[in-house]
């Protein structure tokens, strides 16, 4: 008796139950998208402007932590990220670096988070 009552209750209405479990697959997926995620990739560092009579040594690549949501951070080409730094502004010897955004040519929405090193040693002789 009890085993006909638990198959009544799984069979009938299915077609709204199978309507409710689209819908809600629908909303999850709608609503993931826009949940923050946080990304960790390695980028290389750029030098341009007057380059000329300078040799640089300075790291070849930093680690940057990025926030963006989830849909971005599947169209977010993390290969084309570089930082980018501009040359004519060090001074001869050793300058400390501060890595910011502004470095980073970062599309609109993805935040970032930390840069490790945050200050990179450049070495102008």
């Known amino acids: 008796m009890k085993l006909t009552m638990l198959k009544n209750s799984l069979t009938s209405n299915l077609s709204l139950k ?7 697959c629908w909303f999850w997926f709608l609503l993931s998208g826009s949940h923050p995620v946080s990304i960790t990739t390695e980028i290389p560092v750029y030098f341009y402007g007057s380059l000329e ?6 790291p070849q690549h930093i680690s940057i ?3 963006c949501t989830r849909s971005q951070a599947y169209t977010l080409d993390t290969q084309k ?6 040359a004519d502004r060090l001074t001869a010897g050793v300058n400390n670096l501060l890595i910011t955004r502004e470095h980073i040519f970062l ?8 840069c490790k090193p945050a200050f990179i040693p450049i070495t102008v002789s």
């Open 18 to 24: 199978v309507v409710s479990c689209i819908l809600g």
């Open 81 to 86: 990220l570089a930082a980018h730094v501009n």
């Open 53 to 58: 009579n300078k040799q640089l040594e300075a």
């Open 107 to 114: 599309p609109p929405g993805v935040t970032l988070l930390h």
């Open 65 to 67: 932590d990025l926030q």
